[in-house]
C-alpha cells in the first residue's frame, strides 16, 4: 500500500466503526459491537506498524513521512493544509494509541458485557481514537486543535456514559467546562504563534524558531507558549485545572485507563514535546512548565494517599505522573518526557484494567476499604497488578524505574533544571510508592475485608490477556531507553530512545557529570522509594491500626489532605459562586429589568399605533370601495387645486 | 341675454356631465348597497358612465382608438358579470340571501 492510502486507512479506520456502531446503538451484543470496534482499533494498530516501518528504512536526517489529503482553509495569510505526519514523536504515540487502544478494547468487551448501550460505548470509544489519532498527526496547530476538541467531546461522553446517575453527569460536564477553559487559552496561543510566524504548520514554525532565548515575560514567544502551556493544564490535568480528572472517573474503567491515563491527558506533554525548538526559546515558559509540573506531582501524590476509593487513587496518580512529564519538559528533557509518557501508558493503563478487573470482581465495589486479600481469589489480576505497582514505584528494571530516573537526572543536571525541582521530584517519587503500596496492601494482601454477600472471582480471559500483554510491556518497556551509566556497565547497550527522538528533539548540552553522581542520585531515589513502600507495607499490612493512630495525631493536616485541599471549595466559593451570583444579577438587572423592559415598552407603542388604525381594515368590502374612492377623490382634488 | 347655446347644441359638455352623473350613481350604489346584485348592476353603470366618456372623446377628436376601447370594456364587463353573477348564485345556495357582507365569510 502507499504511504497515502496507509495513513487514510490508519485514521478513518476508527471513524468507520464509530459510524458502524453509531447507527446500530441500540444493538445489545457487546461481542458484535466490540468485535467491529477492537477489529477497527487493531487495523489501526497494523497501519501505524507499517508505517512506523517505513519510517525506519529513511535515513536518519530525513525520518518524516508527511500525506497532505487537501487545502482545508485558504484565507489570505492563513492556508492550512488537512495533512498528516509521522515523525518519531507521533510513531511513538500512535503505536501507544492504537496498540493499547486495542488492549482496551479487547478488555470492554468482557467489562461492558451486560450493559445495555455497549454498542454506543464502542462507537464513542471508536470516535475517542479517530480524534486522539487527528490530535497526534496533525501536522499544524488547527488540525491539531480539532482533535484535541475531539477528544473532549469524547471524553466528556464517556464520563457521562451513564448519564442517569446525576452525579456522572455532572462529572461529565465539569471536565468539559474546565477544559474549555484551557482550550480558550489554546486558541489565544495559536492566535499568538500566527502573528508572529504567519504559519501554524509544526515543522515550518519550529524552523522558524529564533536562535536566541527571549528572556522577556511579554515577549511573543514566550506568551504564546505560556497560552499553549495553559491550554495543557486543563487537557493534562495539571494544577490549577486537575481538577476534572479524578471526577472523571465516574465513567466506564476502561475509558479511565484508556483516555484519562494513557492517551488523551498526555495531549498536554505531546503538544510541548511537538513545539519544542519553541518552548526552548521561552526559558520563562519552560521555567513554569517545570515548577507547575512538580508541584502538581507532589500535590496530586499526597492527596493520593488519603483517598478510599481505587480508581480515585490512580487518577490521582496519573495526575501525578502527568506532573512528571511536565516536569521533564520544563527542564528540557523532552525525550525523557516522551517515553516517562509511553512507560506510564503502558502501566498505568495495566493498573486501570486491573483495577476495572477488581471492580468486576467485587460487583462494582470500589472502596478499598470493603477489599483486602484479593490475591487468593484473582490470582492473574494480582500477579499482573503486582508488575504494575513494581514499574511505577521505579525499581529496577522495571519500566518506569527508567523513565522516572531519565527525568529525575535531567530535572538535576539539565541547564534548566534546579536542585529544587529534583527535590520535589524524588518527594514526588516517595510519595507514589507510599500510596501505590497502600493501594496493593489494601486491595490485594492484608486481611480481606470483604462482605460475606460478595464472592470474587477472577475475570474471563478477555479481560486478562490485555493485562497480561499489559504487564510485559511494563517490564521490558524501559530497556529501550537505559541510561548510558547503566548501558556502559551492561556491555554497551546503546540507548536505543535517544537514538530514535535525536533528528526532532533538541537536546540541551548538558554539563559534565561524573558517573558517580548519576548514580549517587539513581540511588537515592531508588532507596527512597524502597523505604517508603516498607513503610506503607509495614503501616497497611503488618500493623493496620498505625495510619489511624498517626491520622489522628495529625488531624488538621490529615483532614486537609483528605478534602483535597479543599480546591473544589476554594473554587466554588472564589470564582464559581461569585461568578454565579454576577450573572444572576445581571441577568436580574439588566436583562429583566432593562433590556426586556425596553423591549416591551418598544412592543407596546408599535402595538399602540396599531390599535389606532385596526379599526381601518374590518374586512368590510364596501368600506374598502369607499376608501378607494375617497382616495382618487382627494388625489384628483389635490391635481385640480395645483 | 344669456348664451343659450348651452342648451340648444348638445356638444362635448354634456356627454361628459352626463358620464359623470352615471358613474357617482353607480359609485354610489357600489358603496351604499347591500345586495350584491344591485352592486353587479352598480358597476355595470360605472363601466358604462366611462365607455360614455370613451365614445365622446372618440367622436369630438374623430379618432377610432376610443371607440375600440369601449368593445374591451364591454367584453371584460360581461365576463365579469358572469363571474360576480356566479359569485352571487353560490352565496345564495348557501345563505338563501345574497348580502354582500357573506363575503366576509370567505376570509381565512
Known amino acids: ?642 | 341675454m344669456p348664451n343659450l347655446d348651452f342648451l340648444t347644441e348638445v356638444g362635448l359638455t354634456h356627454y361628459l356631465i352626463l358620464s359623470a352623473v352615471i358613474f357617482c350613481i353607480g359609485m354610489a350604489g357600489v358603496l351604499l348597497r347591500r345586495n350584491a346584485i344591485v352592486i353587479l348592476m352598480s358597476i355595470e353603470l360605472m363601466l358604462n358612465g366611462v365607455n360614455i366618456t370613451f365614445v365622446a372623446f372618440s367622436s369630438y377628436l374623430g379618432k377610432m382608438e376610443g371607440q375600440i376601447m369601449v368593445f374591451f370594456v364591454l367584453t371584460i364587463a360581461a365576463a365579469e358579470a358572469a363571474v360576480g353573477l356566479a359569485l352571487a348564485v353560490a352565496i345564495f345556495k348557501r345563505f338563501k340571501e345574497v348580502n354582500i357582507r357573506f363575503f366576509e365569510n370567505l376570509k381565512g
Not at chain 1, 529513511?58 to 487537501?70: A, C, G, K
Not at chain 1, 454506543?120 to 496547530?141: E, I, R
Not at chain 1, 501524590?301 to 476509593?309: E, K, L, V
Not at chain 1, 379599526?615 to 376608501?627: D, F, K, S, V
Request: a neutral charge.
Open chain 1, 1 to 642: 500500500m502507499t504511504q497515502t492510502a496507509l495513513m487514510a486507512t490508519l485514521i478513518l479506520a476508527p471513524f468507520v466503526g464509530f459510524l458502524i456502531n453509531g447507527f446500530r446503538y441500540r444493538k445489545h451484543s457487546a461481542n458484535v459491537a466490540g468485535g467491529i470496534a477492537t477489529t477497527m482499533a487493531a487495523i489501526s494498530f497494523i497501519c501505524s506498524v507499517l508505517l512506523i516501518l517505513d519510517l525506519m528504512a529513511l535515513p536518519t536526517e530525513s525520518r518524516r513521512i508527511v500525506v497532505s489529503f487537501f487545502d482545508w482553509i485558504r484565507v489570505a495569510d492563513l492556508k492550512v493544509n488537512m495533512s498528516f505526519v509521522v515523525d518519531p514523536i507521533s510513531s511513538i504515540m500512535i503505536l501507544v494509541i492504537t496498540g493499547v487502544g486495542s488492549l482496551i478494547h479487547l478488555f470492554s468487551i468482557g467489562y461492558m458485557h451486560h450493559d445495555k448501550g455497549v454498542a454506543k460505548y464502542f462507537a464513542y470509544l471508536n470516535l475517542f481514537l479517530f480524534n486522539m489519532l487527528l490530535l497526534v498527526l496533525g501536522d499544524n496547530l488547527l488540525v491539531m486543535f480539532v482533535g484535541w476538541e475531539g477528544v473532549g467531546l469524547c471524553s466528556y461522553l464517556l464520563i457521562g456514559f451513564w448519564f442517569t446517575d446525576q452525579e456522572k453527569a455532572a462529572a461529565g460536564m465539569k471536565a468539559f467546562i474546565t477544559n474549555r477553559i484551557g482550550d480558550a487559552a489554546f486558541i489565544l496561543g495559536m492566535f499568538i504563534l500566527f502573528l508572529t510566524f504567519g504559519t501554524l504548520n509544526f515543522h515550518e514554525i519550529n524552523s522558524l524558531v529564533p536562535s536566541s532565548p527571549e528572556f522577556s515575560w511579554l515577549a511573543p514567544i514566550t506568551l504564546g507558549t505560556l497560552f499553549l502551556f495553559i491550554g495543557a493544564t486543563g487537557k493534562s490535568a495539571q494544577i490549577p485545572l486537575y481538577v476534572w480528572l479524578p471526577d472523571a472517573m465516574a465513567g466506564p474503567t476502561p475509558v479511565s485507563a484508556l483516555i484519562h491515563a494513557a492517551t488523551m491527558v498526555t495531549a498536554g506533554v505531546y503538544m510541548i514535546v511537538r513545539l519544542n525548538p519553541l518552548f526552548l526559546m521561552a526559558p520563562n515558559t519552560l521555567a513554569v512548565v517545570a515548577i507547575i509540573g512538580a508541584a502538581t506531582a507532589v500535590l496530586a501524590a499526597t492527596i493520593g494517599m488519603t483517598q478510599w476509593d481505587i480508581k480515585k487513587i490512580l487518577a490521582y496518580s496519573t495526575v501525578s505522573q502527568l506532573g512528571y512529564m511536565f516536569l521533564a519538559c520544563g527542564v528540557g528533557a523532552f525525550g525523557a518526557a516522551m517515553f516517562h509518557l509511553m512507560t506510564h501508558a503502558f502501566f498505568k493503563a495495566l493498573m486501570f484494567l486491573g483495577s476495572g478487573s477488581v471492580i468486576h470482581a467485587m460487583h462494582e465495589e470500589q472502596d478499598v476499604r470493603k477489599m483486602g486479600g484479593l490475591k487468593k481469589y484473582l490470582p492473574i489480576t494480582h500477579l499482573t497488578f503486582f508488575f504494575g505497582w513494581l514499574a511505577i514505584i521505579g525499581v529496577p528494571p522495571f519500566a518506569g524505574f527508567f523513565s522516572k530516573d531519565e527525568i529525575l537526572w535531567m530535572s538535576f543536571q539539565s541547564p534548566h533544571g534546579h536542585v529544587g525541582l529534583w527535590t520535589m521530584g524524588a518527594l514526588g517519587a516517595a510519595l507514589t510508592a507510599f500510596y501505590m503500596t497502600r493501594l496493593m496492601c489494601l486491595t490485594f494482601w492484608g486481611k480481606s475485608r470483604v462482605p460475606k454477600t460478595v464472592h470474587p472471582h477472577e475475570s474471563p480471559l478477555l479481560m486478562t490477556i490485555p493485562l497480561m500483554v499489559l504487564a510485559l510491556l511494563s517490564i521490558v518497556g524501559g530497556w529501550i531507553g537505559i541510561p548510558h551509566v547503566i548501558g556502559e556497565v551492561l556491555g554497551h547497550i546503546p540507548n536505543i530512545w535517544e537514538h530514535w527522538l535525536e533528528p526532532v528533539i533538541v537536546v540541551p548540552t548538558m554539563p559534565h557529570a561524573e558517573a558517580s553522581l548519576e548514580w549517587g542520585l539513581m540511588g537515592a531515589s531508588v532507596l527512597l522509594a524502597v523505604i517508603s513502600a516498607a513503610v506503607a507495607y509495614h503501616f497497611y499490612v503488618q500493623a493496620p491500626e498505625k495510619p489511624k493512630a498517626l491520622a489522628d495525631k495529625i488531624k488538621p493536616i490529615y483532614e486537609l489532605i483528605l478534602n483535597k485541599y479543599f480546591v473544589d471549595e476554594a473554587y466554588f466559593g472564589l470564582i464559581i459562586n461569585p461568578l454565579v451570583r454576577a450573572s444572576r444579577n445581571i441577568w436580574y438587572y439588566v436583562d429583566v429589568n432593562f433590556i426586556d423592559k425596553t423591549t416591551y415598552v418598544i412592543s407596546d407603542l408599535v402595538r399602540g399605533g396599531g390599535g389606532l388604525v385596526r379599526g381601518l381594515q374590518n374586512g368590510n368590502i364596501q368600506q374598502y370601495a369607499m376608501y378607494i374612492s375617497l382616495g382618487v377623490v382627494l388625489t384628483l382634488s389635490i391635481l385640480l387645486m395645483r
